[in-house]
């Protein structure tokens, strides 16, 4: 906040690719959600061998994108694109995007930075087409990629089942280029 005018000081977060050093930094985001069983349908945290595992397997041709505080160098969201299936090559040009910021940095323009990286990166992939779950009671995640272009496609009735309770899940799209949709 800036002292004199009362508005919010525009932060140029650093987004960069995750590295398996990053591990801790995002499961530090992610656990929490996690925990709170409200934001998203992962069910079990993550330990950090577990996370170091996931990096460094992560696909040639997704995309992980960190978001990292200019000054203290902290993570505070990350944002992924992995391929919507490798058993054929029908969907080569899909991509399964999922988007967390950390409880502390909400509403700071992180979710906006990341997708606008994402985007940029995605296209250069050849990806054309990006698809989305967002759990129904999510409405501030849903706003946010609705904000970013998504469009909604469609509801996955009782689609996810945490601590006995059925969640729908919307589903969303975002065409990349303009003549692919």
């Known amino acids: 906040m ?5 508005e919010e000081t525009k932060v140029n977060w650093i987004i960069r690719p ?3 050093d990053d591990a801790q930094g995002v499961i530090n985001i992610l656990n929490p959600i996690i925990e709170e069983a409200k934001y998203t349908i992962l069910d079990i945290p993550f330990s950090l061998e577990e ?3 996931f990096i460094e397997s992560f696909p040639v041709n997704g995309i992980f994108n960190l978001a990292i505080h200019p000054e203290t ?9 992995e391929p919507f299936a ?6 080569d040009h899909v ?3 999922g988007s967390f910021v950390d409880s502390g940095f909400m509403r700071k323009g992180i979710a906006s930075s990341l997708f606008l990286a994402s985007f940029e990166i995605a ?3 050849g990806y054309e087409k990006l698809f989305a779950y967002v759990r129904q009671d999510n409405e501030r995640a849903l706003a946010t990629y609705l904000k ?4 909604q496609i469609g509801l996955a009735k009782k689609h996810a089942k945490i601590r006995g309770e059925y969640i729908d899940e919307v589903l969303i799209e975002k065409f990349l280029n303009a003549n692919t949709k």
């Open 73 to 81: 160098q902290q993570v505070v969201g990350f944002q992924v694109i």
């Open 86 to 91: 490798t058993y054929t090559h029908a969907f």
């Open 18 to 20: 995750a590295t398996p």
């Open 148 to 151: 970013q272009g998504f469009e």
């Open 51 to 53: 996370e170091v595992a």
């Open 123 to 125: 296209k250069t992939m």
């Open 2 to 6: 800036n002292r004199n005018t009362g």
């Open 95 to 97: 991509g399964v995007i």
